[in-house]
């Protein structure tokens, strides 16, 4: 996937996430991920993620987990419908667990299942 087709499936920061912070159309929790979702009139799904730097001191961590999520995200472009999803992460995830992976990956498949 291109780059210019990434910066395409991001969400504007300030405009984006307050709408879908305020008043969801889906909302899905799974570990210490939510997964909050809100109808676009795009063709395209499109994401956002937050998290809170007082959680996550380490701006390697912070990367890691976001590259984590906007794989998985990428991978199923195709298969998502067209939403504005953002991606909150709990505080609470250890250090040394690759649980999270498994959570990612089960985030997006609860929600195709939905």
Not at 36 to 45: A, E, Q, S, V, W
Not at 93 to 108: C, F, Q
């Amino acid at each position: 996937m291109l780059m210019v087709e990434k910066k395409k499936l991001s969400i504007p920061a300030k405009e984006g996430f307050a709408k879908i912070f305020s008043c969801p159309d889906v909302r899905l929790s799974v570990g210490e991920f939510i997964l909050l979702g809100k109808n676009n009139l795009l063709k395209t799904p499109r994401i956002g993620i937050s998290i809170k730097k007082k959680d996550y001191k380490l701006a390697h961590k912070r990367n890691l987990l976001k590259r984590q999520i906007k794989g998985g995200f990428y991978s199923r472009t195709k298969a998502l419908p067209s939403m504005d999803f953002v991606v909150h992460v709990k505080s609470g995830l250890s250090k040394k667990s690759t649980k999270y992976k498994n959570d990612i990956t089960s985030l997006w498949e609860t929600f195709l299942a939905e």
